[in-house]
């Protein structure tokens, strides 16, 4: 089978700001080039990690066409989230338009859409022709891709893949029973062990961002079963992946990211820093992985 946008290890990359937090968009293509340098298979811009809801509309298309001219647009999965179906489909066009691969697209989020709003929104963007991933997170969208739901979706030809951030790993086996031709990608940093081994195709990752060569490992050693490998070193990065489903995410990220030698930087407002044993704590854990990735750069050099 040949390799889809969504395949592999697809990082859902951070944005760089300057200091005047206008966006950096030379220092996060540098970033996506040295990901790609890494062993990552693809990027997603525009997504939470980064901060796509903080953009103007000139802003958060140019990190699109950005993305597409560092890495090519085969290996671009576009956030094309919004509050209604028309801006999300008006987004997808653009991807269309600036030669990405596929986007990935969250439920209606405004309000807690039932069933039909849900299929009428999935159908919408499809709609505008480009490949369609689904983004499951019922904890900040309050609208939850259950596997029974996700099935019908699929069913209708809307969707080809979901991005699974439930953190219910017993999913995996219903949504494979239910809609067994349905890409099942790893959605949380903390459960890529888990949904691996329960068949996972792809990882849309956040904390490749920072360690991408460990990280690179780790995911094809747990998806190719080789345990002896997998467990010990996701023993190792867990305490770093956790932060991946908490609510300062993308601070986290960033924060490991500066202390790797990328560059992450500021969020913009409302997002603060990171409260002092939050920090001392995030940089602790990356400087006892930095090691790891070392190691790892080396191994894929040689």
Not at 113 to 129: I, N, P
Not at 141 to 159: C, F, W
Request: glycine share 8%.
């Amino acid at each position: 089978m040949s390799r889809k946008p969504w395949h592999g290890v697809v990082v859902a990359t951070a944005l760089p700001f300057r200091d005047d937090l206008s966006v950096d968009l030379d220092a996060y293509a540098e970033n996506l080039r040295g990901l790609i340098e890494a062993g990552c298979d693809g990027v997603c811009p525009n997504g939470s990690l980064g901060e796509y809801q903080t953009l103007t509309a000139e802003e958060r298309a140019a990190v699109v066409r950005t993305a597409v001219e560092a890495v090519g647009g085969d290996r671009v999965l576009v956030g094309v989230a919004a509050y209604g179906s028309l801006e999300s489909c008006r987004w997808a066009e653009q991807a269309a338009e600036a030669g990405a691969g596929a986007v990935m697209l969250l439920p209606p989020n405004a309000y807690r859409a039932d069933e039909r709003s849900v299929l009428a929104h999935y159908k919408a963007v499809a709609g505008t022709g480009i490949p369609v991933v689904a983004y499951n997170n019922p904890i900040d969208t309050k609208v939850d891709l259950v596997p029974e739901l996700l099935a019908e979706i699929h069913a209708a030809g809307y969707i080809h893949a979901v991005k699974e951030f439930s953190g219910d790993t017993r999913r995996a086996y219903r949504i494979k029973e239910l809609a067994p031709e349905l890409d099942l990608l790893i959605g949380a940093d903390d459960v890529l062990l888990e949904l691996a081994l329960a068949g996972a195709v792809g990882w849309v990752s956040g904390y490749p961002n920072a360690i991408p060569y460990v990280c690179n490992e780790l995911y094809h050693a747990a998806v190719s079963g080789d345990l002896d490998t997998a467990v010990p070193l996701y023993r190792e990065l867990h305490p770093l992946l956790r932060w991946d489903s908490r609510t300062e995410f993308v601070q986290a990220i960033k924060l490991s990211m500066d202390l790797a030698g990328r560059t992450g930087g500021g969020c913009r407002p409302p997002r603060v820093p990171l409260l002092a044993d939050q920090y001392e704590t995030v940089k602790a854990d990356t400087l006892r992985v930095l090691p790891l990735e070392d190691k790892a750069r080396e191994r894929r050099a040689a």
